[in-house]
Each structure stands twice: as structure tokens, then as C-alpha cells.
């Protein structure tokens, strides 16, 4: 069963910005790309398990903090070592000024 959950306000976030969302025990990184869209993939890394919400985004993407793996926010793909497993991404929706996920 999947439900909408607020994730941020848009206020949030700006062009190529991430912020860390945790639901439960599940933690997602939410992006903001420089054309105003918004992006959700799971928050840690699929390499070191590092919080991508602490990572440099730039350009479409997320660079890792621990190993600096990157990845393509926008589609979850693996793009540079030491990194090789994609994110999984989730959908996202703006309710007001309000970011949620499915989940």
C-alpha cells in the first residue's frame, strides 16, 4: 500500500538543493533541479550508505560525502565509481507549498 506524505515545503529547497526526509526507518533524499522540478530517490547512498542530503549537488547531481560516488537524481542512475547500484526514485507531487512522496 503506497500513501502521499509531506516531505518538505517548497520553501525548502532552491535550484540544486537536497534535503533529507525520514519516514519511519526509511530515510529519502528530496532535490530540487534548476528548472523548479522536484525529485525523490532513497537517502543513502547505495555504496557507503553515506546521507546523500550531504552531498554536493550540482548539474543533475548528487555527489556521495563518504565515497564520492555520484549519482543522476533525476533518473537514480549510478554514474561514477565507486558507486554501481541506481537509487530507487518515488514520485513526487506539490500540494500547495508543500513536497510530498509516495511511498
Known amino acids: 500500500m503506497t500513501a502521499w506524505v509531506v516531505a518538505c515545503?517548497?520553501?525548502d529547497l532552491g535550484p540544486e538543493r537536497v534535503v533529507?526526509?525520514?519516514?519511519?526507518e526509511r530515510t529519502f533524499a528530496i532535490y530540487c533541479s534548476?528548472?523548479?522540478d522536484y525529485f525523490a530517490t532513497d537517502g543513502l547512498c547505495t555504496h557507503g550508505k553515506a546521507h546523500l542530503a550531504d552531498g554536493l549537488v550540482i548539474d543533475g547531481t548528487v555527489e556521495c560525502p563518504k565515497h564520492n560516488g555520484i549519482?543522476?537524481?533525476r533518473?537514480?542512475?549510478a554514474m561514477?565509481?565507486?558507486v554501481c547500484i541506481d537509487l530507487a526514485r518515488y514520485p513526487i507531487r506539490v500540494t500547495g507549498d508543500m513536497v510530498e512522496i509516495e511511498i
Do not use: K, L, N, S
Open 9 to 11: 515545503r517548497t520553501d
Open 20 to 24: 533529507r526526509f525520514d519516514e519511519g
Open 34 to 36: 534548476p528548472e523548479g
Open 71 to 73: 549519482f543522476d537524481y
Open 75 to 77: 533518473t537514480g542512475e
Open 80 to 82: 561514477a565509481p565507486p
